[in-house]
Nanobody
Framework: QVQLVESGGGLVQAGGSLRLSCAASGSSYAIGWFRQAPGKEREFVAA?????????YADSVKGRFTISRDNDRNTVVYLQMSSLKPEDTAVYYC????????????WGQGTQVTVSS
């Protein structure tokens, strides 16, 4: 059974940085970050495969966000967010996919990120 726990959210000023963490138990092929702002649908942010070689990003965060993972003892996937904008405000979720086509099966509870202008 895969369990995902996000942490690292908070309040930051526009232009600032924040690092989110997703602690994952169990095996997965890929882990992704998604976000959902109030009144909007959930959207993809970034994803990384099991060995960290393959990463993908939404156009809206390319060049500002970096996804990485640490598989040493337990799997932790990080989302380093820089040059934050008010429109990055959302609840951020990490999700796990056991499939190479990145269909996500397990989800964390989310962490709130608020960017003030």
């Amino acid at each position: 059974q895969v369990q995902l726990v996000e942490s690292g959210g908070g309040l930051v000023q526009a232009g600032g940085s924040l690092r989110l963490s997703c602690a994952a138990s169990g095996s997965s092929y890929a882990i992704g970050w998604f976000r959902q702002a109030p009144g909007k649908e959930r959207e993809f942010v970034a994803a990384i495969n099991w060995n960290g070689v393959d990463t993908t990003y939404a156009d809206s965060v390319k060049g500002r966000f970096t996804i990485s993972r640490d598989n040493d003892r337990n799997t932790v996937v990080y989302l380093q967010m820089s040059s934050l904008k008010p429109e990055d405000t959302a609840v951020y979720y990490c999700a796990s996919s056991p499939y190479s086509d990145y269909r996500y099966k397990h989800w964390g509870q989310g962490t709130q990120v608020t960017v003030s202008s």
